[in-house]
Structures are given as C-alpha cells and as structure tokens.
C-alpha cells in the first residue's frame, strides 16, 4: 500500500516567460547544488543493527531520478492533470533510494505550470510536507535566485511558515517501522493503548467513544489513486460561517457532509445513521507535549458527526458545530492514554483494524479523515512564478477509501480528495457537489 | 524487482489525420468492447487452494487503469520518449489487476505516435508479448475497424506472425510462483538441475561450461530503469555479413561486443578476459518437447564469448562466429537435463544465483543476455496507421544489470537496451557506440 503524501501546486508563469520557460525552471529545480540531508536519507536494513531499518545517506544520489519533467496530453484540462497526478499518487517510491519525487507538469491549457510532490510518510506527515513546499516561497515577486524546497540552504533561511516546518524532527525507528510495514502487524502499539481504544469504541458514553455506519468508503482498498481538488473563496464560507454562528472549519465540514450525502445518494448507498470523520485539531501545549513524547505528531482528533441522515443544509451544519464543539470538550478532559490511542487511530488504521477485529469489534472506529490545514494568507511567489493553489494528496488507507485534506492560501479554500480508485467511483463528482453544497449552505442561512 | 516485459512502438499518422489523431486512437483502444481472457485474469491467493496463487477473472475491470494517455515534454526528442518509457517500465504492476498496462504517448517532435506496452512474465515471455502486439497489425495501409491487441476477436482471426501468438499457454503454478518471487529461493528448481549448473560452471571443459569475468553489469540492481533504442538498416549487417563469412545475428552481436568495450573503456571497467553473454536460440523440434514439458520456453541458450578483449573488430566479429558455432553444436550434445539447466539459467538467475554463490560460485556464469528475435519483414500498419519501428523492453535481473533485445521489422533491425538505472550510467552512450561500431565493421571487412 503506498504510504505517501502528495501535494500538488499551480504556478502562473511570470510575464514575458519565454516558450522555455517550464523546462527551465525544471532544470533550475533539478540542478539543485547540494541537497538536504531529509532529501538524501532512505531507509536501510543493516546487519549491524539487527535487521532493524535505520536511515542511510544515498552514497549515489540520482537527481534525475527525483526531479521529473512531464506533460499533459492535449487539450490539457484539469481532468488530463488530476489524472495524471492519480496515477503518480499511486506508485510506490523505491526503499533504495531517498523517499520523494517532484514533477515539473507542462501542458495545461490555462498555460499553468503545475508542481506534484510526494514524499513518504515516514519523512514528514502531510501538513509538514506542503508547509515544507511553502517555505521556500517568497512574498517578493521580484525574488529571483530562489533555492528547490529540497536544497541545502547555507545562507540564513527566510522566516518559515510554520516553525515545525525548519525543524523536522529525525523520526524515530518506531515509527519509521511502523510506516513502512516492516513490522508485525501489532508492533509498536502497547497493549494499553488498544485496551483504551477498545473500550472507546464499545463505549458510546466515554470521551473516546465513536459509532460510524458502515460505508463503501469502509472496505478493503487497491493500491491506485484517484484525485481531484478545486478550490472555493473563504469570503464565502466565512459569510455562511457568519450568518449561523459557526466557524469557517464548521462550514467545511458541512460542505463535506453535503457533497458525501448526494454523492452516497446518487450512488444509493447513504447509511440511515449519520457519517462519522475524523477531523484532526491542534494540541493545546501540555497536549502537545505527551503526544510529541511518544512520537506521534502534535495533534489531536475529534470525531464529528457529520449529520448525513438530515437532508436541510442548515440543519446540519448546527449539528456538526454542536459535535465539533463537543468533540474539543471531550478531548481536552481526556487522559493522556486516550489522547495518544485518538491520535494513534488516525495514524495507523492499518495496524489498528486487526486489533480491534480480534476483540470482535467490527464496526469502522469512523467513516473518513477530513483536515483542514492553514496555509499562508498572502500571495507568494516562486522565482517570480505566482502560486495560485495548492492542494493535498493524503494516503486512503485499508478501511478509509477516501481522504479529504483542505487548505487555505491567498484567500481561497483549497480541497483535495484522494480516494482509492476502486472502491471511490466518480471522485470528480464530489467537485460538482462540493459547489452545489456552498451555494446550498448560502441559501439556507441567507447570504446567497 | 519489476518482472515485466515491454514493448515501444512507433507509428506515423495516416495522411490527413487530425489535430485530435492521437486522442481518437487512444479512445478507440480503451473503448474495447470485449476484452480477452489472458487481459482479465490476476493473480490471486486462495484460501480454498491452500494459500497458492491462482488465476481469478477480474471483476471488477477498469480499462482506464490499464489503457492511458501520456504526453512528452517539450521539445519532444527521443530522449524524453525513452525518458518516459524508463520511468514507466520501473514501475511495478498491481496484483490486484490484470498484468498489463498500454500508454499511448503523443508529443513527438517529428510528429509521430509511441505506444509503450507492458505485461508481467507471468503471463507472457518477452518473444510472446511482442508478437501479441503484431498479430493485430494488417499489411493493408486501408484497413480500418482494428481491434487493439488485448480485444476479444469475434470473429476468425488474422494468421498470427506466429502460431505461438494466438495460443498463449496457461502458465503453471510453479513458472507463476517464481516469476513473482512468492516462492522460496529454491522453490521448484529440481537437485539435478542445481547439481548440473554447478558442474558446468566449475567445469569449463563440459559443454554447459562457462567463465565470464566480473563487470559492473553483475551486481545487485535497483527497481529503477534506464531505456534507449535505435534501429539499423538490416541491409548494412547482411553485407558485414557476407564479406566475413559470418551471420547476420553474429554481426549483431559484433555491434553489442563493440559498443560495450568502448562503453567499459570510457569508464575504465573493460575486464581483461572476455565477457560471455547468453544468447537465446531457437532449440529444434525434439530439444523444444523437453523444454516446452517442462513448463519453459521452447527456447535454449548458447554461452558465447563476446571477444571484447580483442580490439580490432573484424577479429572480434570472427571470434564470435566460432564461439556461437561451438556453443550450438554443443547444445545438440547436450542431455535434457543440461538444457533445462542452461533455460533455468537465462529464466531465473535471480533464484539461481543464491543457490550457486551456497556452492561456493562467485563469478557471474554471463555477462548479459543479448535476445535477437525475428520479426515482420514487410511493412505493417495499425487502423492505417504505418508501424515505423518496434523495440523489446526487457527485464534486468539481480546480477544481470543490461539486458540487450533485439527484434527485426521491416528491413531494420531495432535494438531495445534496458538497464538498471544506477548500475549502467549513460546507457544512451551505448547507442552511439553500436552506431560506429556498424562503421567500424564496414571498413574492417571492407563493404564500408
């Protein structure tokens, strides 16, 4: 199963680019002088160290084979391109060699150029991985000389987005082992964090406690990649937010909600009791500390009800501000066991389903993960190429087919859905719904 | 490691074809109707066979994963086209599809159509796939109504190149076992054939005798690929030929010998004793029933010195006419046994290389595999579209980091030479060392 997050970016050509200018800032990209150690590592089983995976410097690092050049095949819409990124989404990266790929995308009919990165979860997780990408960029569109987010920076770094971004901590060999399969399918996980979850997932009236239907998105997954992403101005959701007394995170969920619901609909295959997300929220700092201690990221989970049996778009959105609010109240009264067993549940499902199914516990803990990441608010530049959205390519997992990861850049909402290509029909669809639900949502609290 | 062939093909455009020309004929190959039965199947492990792998229909088909649409990046030279076709060939196939992808690629400079197809050695051998591709062609530039090559023919089929083309054989458990490495190392490989190989490559006086040097060819591989290709005019190596009262496929080997002495001497790594390939050749009728039983190819193998100790190319053109004739007339002295060790050898090094280094063998038994298979002679064409050249796609293997395939078509004689992607730095270099070689055998022999 690939274990990989992606991330995908639009640039527009500076003015007066001249017709070579995407395979030169390729070859700009690719002529990289000196590369970042996180860029030189990969994963190596030594003797030594008990057959146990440790990280390795390449001693034959190939640029070339990390930075690529491709095109679209005419008449290079957003279709040919999601298809394209489908596809490099859902190739394994090889254990020999440094864990990332970029390619340099041309042919967009909009004359875009477009950026698709990977990198493997073991590296970095999602969100350090694009504001990784981020923070490379400047404000400046006049910057030129401007480095690959690969590249060893010797001079002081600029300012990065986020300060988790400069420092990525080396991962432990746990979680590195973990990530990449290698261990038994219970490794790694004490048995008092599956005993946590266990009774959590039995226990509707305990703070860790979720009740998700069964869904298509819950079943057994392939190993290849659908995406699509679009994006929507926050002006928008900010103004329904508004008008309801909810916040802008409430008004993507339920514009999540609202697209699954017709999507599920349209495909007969709604549930008669409300969907169940998992939504990823900050830590507060003593949080934080417990979860980083143990070697997880620094982030919590609540499930939310995602509300998908009301057919009123207002209504639901207050159903999923009500779960969301009571989610943050329950996780901030839960223990340290329970936040590390929430945590250790979005992060490896795959190990945790078997668990769970040997105690007889056969229901999903919950129905998909839908984050939402802040990115940068001003407009930002790439050597003079403008950044005009950047999406999410997260990692669909065994019993998670789908995967809704948003960002917000410049003003806009950008969501990226990534599911498996078999088990998610017509991923595109949920882009037209996605659209249907804002105005929807604009109808019903009166601001459309 | 990929256990893949693949096939690139190049066409021309029928006289007044369109802008979307390239389109229509990828749409016309992914819209087929019924799809064969060899395209259908995958591999799965049943629990009712006792965990073995078995053949299951796929149910759930999805064309569009196997059939796609690519385009090349500006400026559209050769070198991107091998460049995509590498990357494609170094990724590995899904078990839970059928084993086989086509991508037709647009964006060539001169104007042409690629179609690079692949398909897991499971299912077919190298010879079979590219014969598969060309038994759909017609001679008839008017023909229209084509079916792609992985259709169900309704109706009664052209003449096949080849009788093998038409019907493919199922493959045995245990060949399928091994070609996807599910098997222990030693799995279905009988004590005798172990015990023979071993003989023959401590003896060099038996007839399955053989003593290559080390080169940087043998060692272990990665999962990534190198690809290039070129074609040379068949009239040029039939005059080479009959000037030094040799064959045409001793020239080719000449050409390969040649050009890798000057690759290996540009990076100082020439070997001094002589490097050995296998090369396959046909076996006779009753030679063919004792392999063909045995679930291999009707194919055996001559180890031939390649005389790159040798710097004058006629000399070397000489020595390997005589070292091709020794080794044909000794595999018609050879028992059954030894022929099924000399076809295991060139079908799975990469089980047998663990078994002889247990033996106490540490020298490579070859050097490379050079395959030089017939092809079409007259001109061939698909939907209208002219067949311009075809090139094999071949599998390195731990060891064995070239592997060189010839095929003829149309009075060119096309070489395809895929290589591991870290062992053979700079493979294209090697085409404009075949090229001169071809000169250098002109004015050796006296025709140039």
Same mark, same amino acid.
């Given at each position: 199963?690939?274990?990989?997050?992606?991330?995908?970016?639009?640039?527009?050509?500076?003015?007066?680019?001249?017709?070579?200018?995407?395979?030169?800032?390729?070859?700009?990209? !690719?002529?990289?002088?000196? /590369? $970042?150690?996180?860029?030189?590592?990969? +994963?190596?089983?030594? %003797?030594? #160290?008990?057959?146990?995976?440790?990280?390795?410097?390449?001693?034959?690092?190939?640029?070339?084979?990390?930075?690529?050049?491709?095109?679209?095949?005419?008449?290079?819409?957003?279709?040919?391109?999601?298809?394209?990124?489908?596809?490099?989404?859902?190739?394994?990266?090889?254990?020999?060699?440094?864990?990332?790929?970029?390619?340099?995308?041309?042919?967009?009919?909009?004359?875009?150029?477009?950026?698709?990165?990977?990198?493997?979860?073991?590296?970095?997780?999602?969100?350090?991985?694009?504001?990784?990408?981020?923070?490379?960029?400047?404000?400046?569109?006049?910057?030129?000389?401007?480095?690959?987010?690969?590249?060893?920076?010797?001079?002081?770094?600029?300012?990065?987005?986020?300060?988790?971004?400069?420092?990525?901590?080396?991962?432990?060999?746990?979680?590195? !082992?973990?990530?990449?399969? /290698? $261990?038994?399918?219970?490794?790694?996980? +004490?048995?008092?964090? %599956?005993? #946590?979850?266990?009774?959590?997932?039995?226990?509707?009236?305990?703070?860790?406690?979720?009740?998700?239907?069964?869904?298509?998105?819950?079943?057994?997954?392939?190993?290849?990649?659908?995406?699509?992403?679009?994006?929507?101005?926050?002006?928008?959701?900010?103004?329904?937010?508004?008008?309801?007394?909810?916040?802008?995170?409430?008004?993507?969920?339920?514009?999540?909600?609202?697209?699954?619901?017709?999507?599920?609909?349209?495909?007969?295959?709604?549930?008669?009791?409300?969907?169940?997300?998992?939504?990823?929220?900050?830590?507060?700092?003593?949080?934080?500390?417990?979860?980083?201690?143990?070697?997880?990221?620094?982030?919590?989970?609540?499930?939310?009800?995602?509300?998908?049996?009301?057919?009123?778009?207002?209504?639901?959105?207050?159903?999923?501000?009500?779960?969301?609010?009571?989610?943050?109240? $329950?996780?901030?009264?839960?223990?340290?066991?329970?936040?590390?067993?929430?945590?250790?549940?979005?992060?490896?499902?795959?190990?945790?389903?078997?668990?769970?199914?040997?105690?007889?516990?056969?229901?999903?803990?919950?129905?998909?993960?839908?984050?939402?990441?802040?990115?940068?608010?001003?407009?930002?530049?790439?050597?003079?190429?403008?950044?005009?959205?950047?999406?999410?390519?997260?990692?669909?997992?065994?019993?998670?087919?789908?995967?809704?990861?948003?960002?917000?850049?410049?003003?806009?909402?950008?969501?990226?859905?990534?599911?498996?290509?078999?088990?998610?029909?017509?991923?595109?669809?949920?882009?037209?719904?996605?659209?249907?639900?804002?105005?929807?949502?604009?109808?019903?609290?009166?601001?459309?």
């Amino acid at each position: 199963m690939p274990m990989h997050v992606g991330g995908l970016q639009l640039f527009e050509k500076p003015e007066g680019a001249g017709p070579d200018y995407i395979r030169e800032m390729y070859e700009s990209m !690719r002529g990289t002088d000196e /590369v $970042a150690p996180l860029f030189l590592k990969h +994963p190596h089983r030594s %003797v030594k #160290t008990g057959a146990q995976l440790v990280w390795r410097p390449d001693e034959q690092f190939d640029m070339e084979h990390h930075v690529r050049h491709s095109a679209l095949p005419a008449p290079g819409r957003y279709r040919e391109l999601f298809e394209l990124c489908s596809r490099l989404h859902s190739t394994r990266l090889a254990w020999e060699r440094p864990l990332w790929e970029a390619h340099v995308i041309e042919g967009l009919a909009d004359g875009k150029v477009a950026m698709y990165t990977k990198i493997h979860h073991a590296l970095v997780d999602g969100v350090s991985a694009m504001r990784l990408m981020q923070s490379v960029l400047s404000t400046d569109a006049e910057e030129r000389g401007m480095l690959a987010p690969w590249a060893l920076h010797s001079r002081p770094q600029r300012k990065p987005v986020d300060p988790a971004a400069s420092s990525l901590p080396e991962v432990p060999v746990a979680a590195l !082992r973990t990530a990449l399969g /290698v $261990a038994s399918e219970a490794a790694g996980m +004490p048995g008092a964090l %599956v005993r #946590t979850l266990s009774k959590g997932v039995r226990n509707q009236t305990s703070a860790v406690s979720f009740y998700a239907p069964r869904t298509i998105f819950n079943q057994s997954i392939s190993g290849a990649r659908r995406f699509a992403a679009d994006d929507w101005p926050i002006e928008r959701l900010k103004a329904i937010a508004k008008a309801s007394g909810t916040t802008i995170n409430d008004v993507v969920l339920a514009m999540c909600a609202g697209a699954m619901r017709t999507y599920l609909l349209e495909l007969g295959a709604l549930p008669d009791d409300p969907m169940v997300a998992m939504v990823p929220v900050g830590l507060n700092a003593k949080q934080s500390q417990v979860a980083s201690a143990e070697g997880g990221n620094a982030i919590g989970s609540v499930m939310v009800q995602l509300a998908t049996d009301l057919g009123d778009p207002a209504e639901r959105l207050d159903r999923i501000h009500l779960s969301m609010r009571d989610g943050k109240e $329950a996780l901030s009264s839960m223990t340290q066991t329970q936040i590390l067993a929430m945590s250790a549940l979005g992060q490896a499902p795959a190990i945790l389903a078997p668990l769970l199914r040997m105690q007889g516990i056969v229901r999903p803990p919950y129905n998909l993960i839908i984050s939402n990441v802040p990115g940068p608010r001003t407009t930002h530049y790439w050597n003079g190429a403008k950044l005009t959205g950047t999406y999410p390519l997260s990692i669909p997992i065994n019993g998670m087919a789908l995967n809704i990861t948003c960002t917000s850049y410049d003003g806009q909402m950008g969501f990226g859905l990534t599911g498996c290509r078999r088990t998610v029909p017509h991923l595109q669809r949920l882009l037209t719904h996605l659209d249907d639900e804002v105005a929807n949502l604009e109808k019903a609290v009166g601001v459309g």
